[in-house]
C-alpha cells in the first residue's frame, strides 16, 4: 500500500510559480508511474504530469506542457511539480497518485482512493 502526501499549494499571481511535492511511502516504487492530477471547481479530475519511478520519462497534458515539469527525488521519495507560468485556468486541487500500470491507463486517473490534495489558486 503506497501512502502519498501533497504539499506546496498556495495562492499566486498570473505568471507566477509554485513547488508541489508528493511525498510517497509504503513499499518501493520499481516499475510504478507517479504523478500529478487536477480538479477545478464544477470539472472533472484531469491528468497533469506523471514520470515512470525507475527510468524518469516523463509525460504531461497539451495544457501544461512547456510551463510544469515534473521531478523526483529517488533518496527522498518524492516527485516535484514545478509550475511556471501560472494562468487563472491552473486553479485547482492538486493530487498525486501512483500506480504500477501502463501510461495510458495511469493518464485515465481511476484509483481506488486518493489523499486529500493540495490548493492552487492564480488569480489573474
Known amino acids: 500500500q503506497v501512502q502519498l502526501v501533497e504539499s506546496g499549494g498556495g495562492s499566486v499571481q498570473a505568471g507566477g510559480s509554485l513547488t508541489l511535492s508528493c511525498l510517497a511511502s509504503g513499499r518501493t516504487f520499481k516499475n510504478y508511474i507517479m504523478g500529478w492530477f487536477r480538479q477545478a471547481p464544477g470539472k472533472e479530475r484531469e491528468f497533469v504530469a506523471a514520470?515512470?519511478?525507475?527510468?524518469?520519462?516523463?509525460y504531461y497534458s497539451d495544457s501544461v506542457k512547456d510551463r510544469f515539469t515534473i521531478s523526483k527525488d529517488n533518496d527522498k521519495s518524492t516527485v516535484y511539480l514545478q509550475m511556471n507560468n501560472l494562468e487563472p485556468e491552473d486553479t485547482a486541487v492538486y493530487y498525486c497518485n501512483a500506480g504500477e500500470m501502463a501510461v495510458a491507463t495511469f493518464k485515465r486517473g481511476v484509483f481506488g482512493s486518493w489523499g486529500q490534495g493540495t490548493q492552487v489558486t492564480v488569480t489573474s
Open positions: 514520470i515512470k519511478w525507475t527510468i524518469g520519462t516523463t
